[in-house]
């Protein structure tokens, strides 16, 4: 698995963004697929509010949570 901080081409705002390459052209951004897990797994019944807090917008702060956030 390899981890990219990214930002979406052409946005005026380029907040960085933590992914996981899937492919050559692909890249998941970790944020929305933490999200989508809690919603339909876990139940959860804010997953962005929660996946916002697990999956930092930073890749030193998604590292930081470790293991909580590789999960």
Do not use: F
């Given at each position: 698995m390899k981890l990219v901080t990214f930002g979406l081409k052409g946005s005026k705002e380029?907040?960085?963004m933590v992914g996981v390459?899937?492919?050559e052209d692909i890249i998941?951004?970790?944020q929305p697929a933490a999200a989508l897990y809690?919603?339909?797994?876990e139940k959860e019944k804010d997953p962005y509010l929660l996946a916002g807090?697990?999956?930092p917008a930073d890749?030193?702060?998604f590292l930081r949570h470790g293991?909580?956030?590789m999960n």
């Open positions: 380029r907040q960085p390459i899937l492919d998941l951004n970790l809690l919603k339909e797994l807090q697990l999956i890749m030193v702060g293991k909580s956030a």
